[in-house]
C-alpha cells in the first residue's frame, strides 16, 4: 500500500451493532444510508457474518442472503466484509469441508469481498479450509490472529503465528482483539515487529469497553498498521469499535490522513442515530454499553462474557457468588490449556467456571468442556491439567489430527432434508448451521407464499427475543448446551 494512509473498515452495518444493540439492526435499517456509505472512500463495509446470520433467521424473519444481496446492489463501489469462525463458519460446531467451500463459494457470488477468518483457538489447522476456498472463489482472503493474553501468548507467538498465516495464502493479516486487551504500547511494538516481518497489509480489529481503543488505535497507526475498524459514533465506542469520526479528525492533516469526509461521515451517522433510537425504543441499546468498564483488564474476561456470568448466576439464585466465579476463570482457563476467550471458548470456561464454583470443582462438566478438552475444537495453545481431562472424558483418546479430518461430507444429507423446503442453493446452508431455526423460517416462507393472493397473509412474527446482554452474541438452547 502506497504512503501511510490510513484505511477505514467500517462495522456499522455489523459488529457495531452486534456489539451493542443484540444484533438486532434490520435491511431496512441500512439500506437509506448506504448510497452515502458508498461514497465516503472505506477500505471495507464490514456488514455480514459474525451473529448476523443467526439473529436474521431467528428474530427479523429476514433471510441473510438476501440482505447480502441487497447491500452489494446498494454498495457498488465499496467492499463488503464479513467475519468466518473457520471451520465453525457462522455456527458453533465444526462443519465438513464441503459444506465450509460451499458457504465460501456463496457467499463470495451474494457479494462478499473480503472474508476475516478466525479460529478461537488460534489453530491454523482450523483455517485451511476456509483459506483455501476463499482464494479458490476470488475472495480477498483475511486470516485472524485472536489477541489474548497468558504465558502462552506473547509477541513471538503472535508474529510466528502470521508468518505462518501468510504462508497459508492471507492476503492480509488481522490483529482481532476481541476483548480490548490490547494496550497502546503492546500494539506499538506487535504492529513494528509484524510490519517488519511480514509483507501483507495489517488490519487492527479492537473495541473500546476498556477506554483504551483509541489510544491503541493511535500507537497502532504511528508504528505503521495499514486498515483499523471503527464504528460510526451512533453505534460506536463502548462495547463496539472506537468511533470513526474522532479518529478521521484526529488524523486530518497529517501523513497519516485518511482521506475521508467528516461531512459525509456526519450525514451517514445522523441516519444512523435515529436507528439507534429506534433500537433503544426496543430494549435493545442499553446506555450501559457506553461505559467504561477495566474489569476486562483485570479479570481478561470480555464484558459479554461478564452479563452472561450474571445472567447464570441469576438464574441459579447465587448471585453473591460472582467474584467466586470471576476467580475461578483464569483457573479453568489455565486447566483447558489457556484457550483464547471468544465465542465459543469464552462461554464454554466461563460455564465451567459457574458449574465448579456452585457444584464444587469439575463435580461435573457440560458436553462442550469435554469436546474442548477431547480437542474436538482442535488443539489447545498450552498444556492441559490430565487430571482434569481424565475426569471430564475418562480413557477416550484425545483427538490430534485436524478435527474436520473425522467429518464426512454432509451437502447431500441437507439437501434431501430440505428438499420441500429450498428455494435457493444457499438454503441448504442456512440450515446446516441453524437447522431448527432455519426450517421454522422455511415454513413461515412456505405460508407466506401459499396464503391467498386476495388476502396477504401477515408477515410471519419472529418470536420474542430474550434480552441480550450488551455486547454479547447469546448462545442458545439448540445451538450449545451450556445456556
Known amino acids: 500500500m502506497a504512503g501511510k494512509k490510513l484505511l477505514i473498515t467500517d462495522t456499522i452495518l455489523r459488529d457495531a451493532h452486534q456489539s451493542q444493540a443484540a444484533t438486532r439492526m434490520r435491511t431496512e435499517d441500512m439500506l437509506p444510508a448506504c448510497e452515502i456509505l458508498d461514497s465516503i472512500g472505506y477500505w471495507s463495509l464490514e456488514c455480514w457474518g459474525g451473529a448476523t446470520f443467526d439473529t436474521c433467521l431467528r428474530f427479523l424473519n429476514e433471510d441473510p442472503w438476501d440482505r447480502l444481496r441487497a447491500l452489494k446492489k446498494a454498495l457498488p463501489n465499496t467492499k463488503l466484509q464479513m467475519l468466518f469462525r473457520g471451520q465453525n463458519i457462522l455456527g458453533y460446531k465444526h462443519y465438513a469441508d464441503d459444506v465450509v467451500e460451499q458457504f465460501c463459494r456463496k457467499a463470495i457470488e451474494?457479494?462478499?469481498?473480503?472474508?476475516?477468518?478466525?479460529?478461537?483457538?488460534?489453530?491454523?489447522?482450523?483455517?485451511?479450509?476456509?483459506?483455501?476456498?476463499?482464494?479458490?472463489?476470488?475472495?480477498?482472503?483475511?486470516?485472524?490472529?485472536?489477541?489474548?493474553?497468558?504465558?502462552?501468548?506473547?509477541?513471538?507467538y503472535f508474529v510466528k503465528l502470521a508468518k505462518e498465516l501468510v504462508q497459508m495464502g492471507a492476503d492480509t493479516i488481522c490483529i482481532k482483539d476481541m476483548a480490548n486487551l490490547l494496550l497502546p504500547y503492546d500494539a506499538y511494538s506487535l504492529v513494528k515487529r509484524l510490519k517488519a516481518e511480514v509483507d501483507v497489509p495489517i488490519h487492527l480489529h479492537t473495541h473500546n469497553s476498556t477506554g483504551t481503543g483509541d489510544m491503541t488505535y493511535l500507537m497502532a497507526v504511528q508504528a505503521g498498521v495499514d486498515i483499523v475498524d471503527c464504528a460510526l459514533s451512533p453505534l460506536g465506542n463502548g462495547t463496539a469499535q472506537p468511533a470513526t469520526e474522532p479518529l478521521v479528525a484526529t488524523l486530518k492533516g497529517t501523513e497519516y490522513d485518511t482521506g475521508l469526509d467528516l461531512n459525509r461521515l456526519s450525514e451517514a451517522a445522523k441516519h444512523?442515530?435515529?436507528?439507534?433510537?429506534?433500537?433503544?425504543?426496543?430494549?435493545?441499546?442499553?446506555?450501559?454499553?457506553?461505559?467504561?468498564?477495566?474489569?476486562t483488564l483485570m479479570y481478561q474476561v470480555p464484558g459479554g462474557m461478564l452479563s452472561n456470568l450474571i445472567s447464570q448466576l441469576k438464574q441459579a439464585n447465587a448471585e453473591d457468588k460472582y467474584y467466586d466465579v470471576l476467580a475461578e476463570i483464569p483457573r479453568v482457563r489455565e486447566d483447558f490449556g489457556f484457550p483464547p476467550l471468544v465465542t465459543p471458548t469464552s462461554q464454554i470456561v466461563g460455564t465451567q467456571a459457574v458449574l465448579n464454583v456452585l457444584n464444587g470443582r469439575y463435580k461435573s462438566f457440560t458436553k462442550e468442556s469435554k469436546a474442548v478438552l477431547k480437542g474436538e475444537y482442535g488443539r489447545l495453545p498450552g498444556t492441559v491439567n490430565e487430571e482434569v481431562r481424565k475426569l471430564a472424558i475418562g480413557d477416550e483418546e484425545v483427538i490430534t489430527c485436524r478435527p474436520a479430518d473425522l467429518l464426512s461430507p454432509e451437502l447431500d444429507k441437507y439437501r434431501e432434508e430440505i428438499?420441500?423446503?429450498?428455494?435457493?442453493?444457499?438454503?441448504?446452508?442456512?440450515?446446516?448451521?441453524?437447522?431448527?431455526?432455519?426450517?421454522?423460517?422455511?415454513?413461515?416462507?412456505?405460508?407466506?407464499?401459499?396464503?391467498?393472493?386476495?388476502?396477504?397473509?401477515?408477515?410471519?412474527?419472529?418470536?420474542?427475543?430474550?434480552?441480550?446482554?450488551?455486547?454479547?452474541r447469546v448462545l442458545y438452547v439448540e445451538d450449545l448446551s451450556i445456556a
Do not use: W
Open 110 to 156: 451474494n457479494g462478499i469481498d473480503v472474508v476475516r477468518i478466525f479460529d478461537a483457538l488460534n489453530d491454523i489447522r482450523n483455517l485451511e479450509a476456509a483459506i483455501k476456498y476463499t482464494k479458490k472463489y476470488g475472495g480477498i482472503c483475511e486470516p485472524a490472529i485472536s489477541y489474548t493474553i497468558s504465558p502462552v501468548h506473547n509477541e513471538d
Open 272 to 295: 444512523f442515530r435515529k436507528v439507534a433510537e429506534k433500537l433503544k425504543a426496543e430494549g435493545f441499546l442499553d446506555p450501559k454499553v457506553l461505559n467504561v468498564d477495566t474489569n
Open 419 to 472: 428438499k420441500d423446503f429450498m428455494q435457493q442453493e444457499e438454503d441448504v446452508l442456512s440450515y446446516a448451521l441453524f437447522p431448527q431455526v432455519a426450517i421454522k423460517f422455511f415454513e413461515n416462507r412456505k405460508k407466506a407464499a401459499e396464503a391467498p393472493a386476495e388476502e396477504p397473509a401477515a408477515a410471519p412474527v419472529a418470536p420474542a427475543a430474550p434480552k441480550a446482554p450488551e455486547g454479547v
